[in-house]
């Protein structure tokens, strides 16, 4: 992708912390698809944007899960969380809900470049 005045504008990361954080708009999307919290226990107190943010930062930066840097929440928390996730099939979910708007995209961007 070319870096254009607009593309430049609309993937701006300025005001996070980290490139890797989620902005609102991508939160917005992920949300809904991560499983509620259980009813049994103990209510969590740990905020699952702060956990997503913190394996976005793992993914992005190859750090290890006790490297994790301190704004995040405790390591043992995120790697449970991810493991949960990643055994119930909500990394796939999450992928297959951001790949599927990006792929109907291209195809009509292709289909575009055919019909000239």
Request: charged letters at 20%; aromatic letters at 12%; a positive charge.
């Amino acid at each position: 992708m070319a870096w254009t005045e607009i593309t430049r504008r609309k993937y701006r990361r300025d005001g996070l912390r980290y490139a890797s954080h989620l902005t609102d708009a991508d939160w917005a999307l992920i949300e809904p698809l991560l499983p509620p919290a259980s009813p049994l226990g103990r209510p969590g107190d740990t905020k699952l944007r702060a956990v997503v943010n913190a394996i976005l930062y793992m993914a992005s930066t190859g750090c290890r899960w006790r490297q994790l840097p301190k704004e995040f929440p405790p390591y043992s928390t995120v790697q449970s969380y991810f493991y949960a996730w990643s055994r119930c099939g909500v990394f796939a979910n999450i992928n297959h809900a951001l790949v599927r708007p990006a792929a109907r995209q291209a195809r009509r961007r292709a289909s575009l470049i055919a019909n000239r």
